[in-house]
Structures are given as C-alpha cells and as structure tokens.
C-alpha cells in the first residue's frame, strides 16, 4: 500500500507512525509512506518521516525530517507468514454480505 503525504508536524509527530503501523496491521501488507519535509511556499512545515511498514507493524525503515531516501527490502515469504498467523480473511460471514447479483 502507498501512501503519500503532506502531513503537518503538530499532527505528524503525534499521529504518522500510529496510523502507518494500523493501516499495515490491518490490512496485512506493506505500507510505503512518502512524505513531504520542510516548509511549502505557504509557510506550512511538513512532518517528514517517510517510511516503510511491514504487515506486522514493525517499521522496517524511515527517515528523518530532512529530505533524503531510504531502501528496504520486502520479504513475501513474511507477508504470507503474517496472513497465514493472523486468518482475518477466514472470519468473513458471505451468508450475511449483500449479494453482487443485487442492484444498490
């Protein structure tokens, strides 16, 4: 999953890495977040911190609020590890969710 950001750094500080860490848990996968770091033409200060989340929500690489680039690699074998341990796709009850065949 990709997520691209301009966060602020009031928010950023308080809220990135928490929701990066949730978004990746509970979706299962990597999470590679770019954002923006320093100040825009409007004197905005952004967060910085890019960073790359694996399906377990451990941060496996990030920045700092300076500009720059990490590298990582993604392990899939650990992606298919993590979804085999944590089955949330088992738990889906398909006699309740509305039919495709039904117009909305």
């Not at 694996?54 to 899939?76: H, K, M």
């Given at each position: 999953m990709l997520v691209p950001s301009s966060i602020q750094t009031k928010n950023g500080a308080a809220h990135w890495e928490t929701l990066l860490r949730t978004r990746a848990i509970e979706n299962q996968c990597?999470?590679?977040?770019?954002?923006?770091?320093?100040?825009?033409?409007?004197?905005v200060t952004s967060y910085g911190h890019s960073m790359v989340v694996d399906p377990w929500g451990d941060i496996i690489a990030q920045a700092s609020d300076q500009p720059g680039f990490i590298l990582c690699e993604l392990d899939l074998e650990y992606l298919d590890e993590v979804r085999s341990?944590?089955?949330?796709?088992?738990?889906?009850?398909?006699?309740?969710?509305?039919?495709?065949?039904?117009?909305?």
């Amino acid at each position: 999953m990709l997520v691209p950001s301009s966060i602020q750094t009031k928010n950023g500080a308080a809220h990135w890495e928490t929701l990066l860490r949730t978004r990746a848990i509970e979706n299962q996968c990597y999470v590679i977040a770019s954002a923006q770091c320093g100040k825009n033409n409007t004197g905005v200060t952004s967060y910085g911190h890019s960073m790359v989340v694996d399906p377990w929500g451990d941060i496996i690489a990030q920045a700092s609020d300076q500009p720059g680039f990490i590298l990582c690699e993604l392990d899939l074998e650990y992606l298919d590890e993590v979804r085999s341990s944590m089955n949330c796709l088992t738990h889906i009850r398909h006699d309740i969710l509305i039919s495709p065949s039904i117009n909305v």
